[in-house]
């Protein structure tokens, strides 16, 4: 089955900890992207990658980092310099580079305790 | 500010009922409108709007696009349970760049 899968589904960690959140598609998309999502809030664009070793900061990238070594795989890192990490974190492909139509992961929890 | 504003923020119907989700917006360099169903994590795509006056069908949902007025609605007929969920709006701003509104939570009962 092609799809997008996001581990863990939930992570905690302890507050100045850098922790890393797989992202891995087999739908052969040449974008990818990583979003944000706070309760009562529409997603927010943290960082995209149109292609392998490329990519481009989006709205809230401050205290985040990412990789695209390869096409199937955009991990996501949450420094000790994010202030606010815990959220609800999506990602998401798109065959089109344009971004339309995104295929979204289902997620992972993150809390900082 | 690039915003998008969703109403209303909560709906709840009955099945059988017709509901209208508004999505209004002010986004420079606006590329298309996207809705999305997202009913637990993962949203799933629905709709893409570019044109203006040009409704989008999937059985019982429907979508248009009003590039003058700077908004969109999106229709669902004849609800059912199945068919709770926050329902989002999102516009793209030229190539990559989405603005997701806050969302419509829908609960349909039975």
């Known amino acids: 089955d092609g799809g997008i899968t996001q581990s863990p589904k939930y992570l905690f960690r302890k507050e100045g900890q850098n922790v890393t959140l797989s992202c891995e598609q087999n739908?052969?998309?040449?974008?990818m992207y990583w979003y944000r999502q706070d309760p009562g809030q529409g997603l927010r664009l943290i960082y995209y990658?149109?292609?392998?070793?490329?990519?481009q900061k989006g709205d809230i990238a401050e205290g985040y980092s990412v990789s695209r070594e390869k096409k199937e795989s955009f991990p996501l890192t949450v420094t000790s310099a994010q202030k606010n990490p815990t959220a609800f974190y999506l990602c998401?492909?798109?065959?089109?580079?344009?971004?339309?139509?995104?295929?979204f992961g289902p997620g992972t929890r993150l809390t900082v305790l | 500010e690039d915003k998008v504003v969703q109403s209303p923020l909560s709906l709840v119907v009955h099945e059988g009922d017709t509901v209208t989700l508004n999505c209004s917006y002010e986004?420079?360099?606006?590329?298309?409108l996207l809705w999305y169903k997202q009913e637990k994590k993962a949203p799933t795509f629905l709709f893409m709007l570019?044109?203006?006056?040009i409704e989008k069908k999937s059985g019982r949902l429907s979508s248009i696009l009003d590039k003058k007025e700077l908004f969109s609605i999106l229709n669902i007929t004849a609800t059912q349970t199945g068919d709770s969920a926050v329902y989002l709006c999102?516009?793209?701003?030229?190539?990559?760049?989405?603005?997701f509104g806050s969302g419509t939570k829908l609960n349909v009962k039975p």
């Open positions: 998401a492909s798109s065959i089109r580079r344009t971004g339309d139509e995104q295929f």
């Open positions: 739908l052969n998309h040449d974008a």
């Open positions: 990658s149109q292609i392998v070793n490329d990519f």
């Open positions: 570019t044109s203006s006056g």
């Open positions: 999102a516009v793209g701003r030229g190539f990559n760049k989405f603005y």
């Open positions: 986004v420079t360099n606006f590329r298309s």
